[in-house]
């Protein structure tokens, strides 16, 4: 069977969708459930709904779009990603894999196939974690990694909880509705930009990734003694700030430690208080990525983090709150959707590597209730997360084409 991607309809849909956004181009910021946000789902939905696609959603506001096959009864086969942005993001990020997963329907259908499976694209909730602190959030419900309990804990910085926000958007029903049962779907591929420079650097049009590295954050909270920056003498200062410098190269040095290019350590997020020039520094909030493709590494260098601020905390007389917010499981793909991924480079003449993702996605969850792959189409300089991030589109169709191709076979499978 021909597939032929319509390259510049999805460049004028990814442009569009871009153009959604709380800030000016080329900033695209769309924190979830935020008016830009929601404008974003809006413009989705429509696209779905032309294509002939059944619309669904959850309490959570996780949207499946389904191409109903012949066979409906058999579990679906599932694509996706996300369009929530962090602020301050570009154009690309989760976007590729929404808007080109609905043109990889697309595209089968205009070759006359018809899916014996069910085809499902998902738009997930909040795969970033900018406004309850959590990545995945979608994906971690519906795969059953997160309580219902959640509704009412999760809080954004304005002390909204999760169900008031959900509600406020026009997601309702419980929590407890949104978990999926393992076999709900037969396989889930998800097509996403590299966000790394190794698909340029290598020359190749197509990742494979065999397996997705295992994040894990930590929130420290440090409390100090503040005061006048003239009246307080440097014996007797308590610098909440002083502290959490110690704390972010202890971060830098337990992650080089491990001597393996496979672990890496972030301090993203220090906020001092009160934050003014002529006032010593009485508390700070810090939050702590971690990450590794071995989860035991990654949990040690968890644990050094956490010594290291107990012995700084001790010696600065600082008092210390450390909570470790979620610390996940490395991902395996799928052996079988890998083969197809390969089958398919070849079969297309495109040049694919095999290759790790570094930063995680909503295919991490999945992946425990479904066999999952994900395709990388690759990131110019392995920029990401910023306004210049950019793929080509003629990357983008290479990348809809194969994710077309392996749709076809998974949905033709018994």
């Known amino acids: 069977m021909r597939l032929s991607v319509d390259g510049a309809r999805l460049t004028r849909e990814l442009s569009q969708l871009a153009t959604i956004s709380a800030e000016p181009p080329p900033v695209v910021t769309r924190v979830v459930f935020s008016e830009a946000d929601m404008h974003a789902r809006r413009y989705l939905w429509q696209l779905c709904e ?28 599932a694509t996706g990603s996300h369009i929530d942005a962090i602020p301050n993001a570009g154009s690309y990020d989760g976007t590729v894999g929404v808007v080109g997963g609905l ?10 196939y018809q899916p014996r499976r069910s085809i499902e694209l998902i738009l997930f909730t909040a795969e970033e974690p900018t406004r309850f602190g959590i990545g995945c959030l979608g994906s971690r419900l519906i795969a059953g990694s997160l309580p219902a309990s959640v509704d009412e804990t999760l ?8 169900r008031q926000a959900r509600s406020q958007a026009g997601f309702t029903g419980t929590l407890a509705d949104v978990a999926l049962k393992p076999g709900h779907f037969s396989a889930f591929v998800e097509l996403h930009i590299e966000q790394g420079p190794l698909l ?22 440090l409390t100090g003694e503040g005061g006048h920056a003239g009246a307080v003498l440097m014996p007797q200062r308590r610098d909440a700030f002083l502290a959490a410098a110690e704390v972010g190269l202890a971060v830098e040095r337990s992650a080089l430690s491990t001597e393996s290019v496979d672990t890496v350590a972030t301090t993203g997020l220090c906020q001092v208080f009160p934050g003014a020039v002529n006032s010593v520094p009485s508390s700070v909030k810090m939050e702590i990525d971690v990450r590794d493709i071995d989860g035991e590494r990654r949990d040690a260098v968890l644990k050094s983090i ?9 010696r600065r007389k600082i008092h210390a709150k450390i909570d470790l917010l979620n610390a996940d499981p490395p991902a395996q793909s799928s052996p079988a959707i890998v083969e197809l991924l390969a089958t398919g480079c070849v079969a297309y003449g495109l040049r694919g590597e095999k290759m790790i993702s570094r930063a995680y996605h909503d295919s991490l969850f999945m992946s ?3 066999p999952t792959a994900m395709i990388f189409v690759p990131s110019r300089a392995g920029v990401s997360h910023r306004p210049d991030e950019y793929t080509s589109a003629e990357s983008i169709s290479n990348g809809v084409l194969l994710l077309a191709a392996t749709l076809e076979q998974l949905a033709a499978s018994a």
């Not at 809080?155 to 999760?162: I, K, R, S, V």
């Not at 956490?306 to 001790?314: D, R, V």
């Open 200 to 221: 340029e650097q290598h020359g190749n049009e197509i990742g494979i990734v065999t397996a997705i590295a295992a994040p894990a954050t930590l929130r420290i909270a």
């Open 103 to 112: 043109e990889a329907i697309r595209t089968l259908a205009r070759a006359g």
């Open 50 to 77: 032309d294509a002939g696609l059944e619309l669904r959603h959850d309490p959570v506001g996780n949207t499946f779009a389904r191409w109903r096959g012949t066979q409906p009864e058999l579990p679906p086969v």
């Open 155 to 162: 809080l954004d910085a304005d002390g909204q909880t999760l």
């Open 306 to 314: 956490q010594t290291a601020t107990s012995e700084i905390c001790a």
């Open 368 to 370: 425990r209730i479904t």
